[in-house]
């Protein structure tokens, strides 16, 4: 008989994270999710690393994990980071919203945008193809 191999559900990866007000950034595990549609940091996260939160000029939704909208609780808030990944670090914005378990979701535009490249099975994740512009000098 076979071994079953664990079935993969997400592959998660380390990332930096540093707000121009703060000395140090922090590390934090961050999910890799093309079913979501931006960059999401949870309002818990926020609130323990004291990240500075600024007010959208608008709310706005976004698609959960599962791919629907979320209808529940608009997007208010956004933090603006300088994001690092092995090598690479760019200053962005994050919105933020309550109740999810992960600290940090690179969703499809992130993914898209930086392009990586993924072993499944080993759940190895290189960054070959990002854009220039993106390198540490």
């Given at each position: 008989m076979?071994?079953?191999?664990?079935l993969l559900?997400?592959v998660t990866v380390?990332?930096g994270l540093?707000?121009?007000?703060?000395?140090?950034g922090i590390?934090?595990e961050?999910?890799l999710?093309?079913g979501v549609t931006?960059?999401?940091?949870?309002?818990?996260s926020?609130?323990?690393?004291k990240?500075k939160?600024?007010?959208?000029?608008?709310?706005t939704?976004?698609?959960?994990v599962?791919g629907?909208?979320?209808?529940?609780e608009?997007i208010?808030?956004?933090?603006?980071v300088?994001?690092?990944?092995?090598?690479?670090?760019?200053?962005?914005e994050?919105?933020v919203?309550?109740?999810?378990?992960?600290?940090v979701?690179?969703?499809?535009?992130w993914l898209?945008?930086?392009?990586?490249?993924?072993?499944?099975?080993?759940?190895?994740v290189?960054?070959?193809?990002?854009?220039?512009?993106y390198k540490?000098?």
């Amino acid at each position: 008989m076979e071994k079953k191999e664990k079935l993969l559900r997400e592959v998660t990866v380390k990332i930096g994270l540093k707000q121009k007000e703060n000395k140090e950034g922090i590390v934090v595990e961050a999910i890799l999710d093309s079913g979501v549609t931006g960059l999401v940091m949870s309002l818990e996260s926020t609130r323990r690393n004291k990240f500075k939160r600024k007010k959208l000029d608008r709310p706005t939704y976004m698609r959960n994990v599962d791919g629907i909208f979320n209808h529940k609780e608009p997007i208010e808030y956004m933090v603006e980071v300088e994001l690092f990944f092995r090598g690479y670090k760019e200053r962005t914005e994050i919105n933020v919203i309550g109740g999810q378990k992960w600290s940090v979701i690179l969703g499809m535009l992130w993914l898209a945008c930086h392009n990586l490249e993924i072993d499944w099975k080993t759940r190895e994740v290189k960054i070959m193809r990002c854009p220039e512009k993106y390198k540490k000098k």
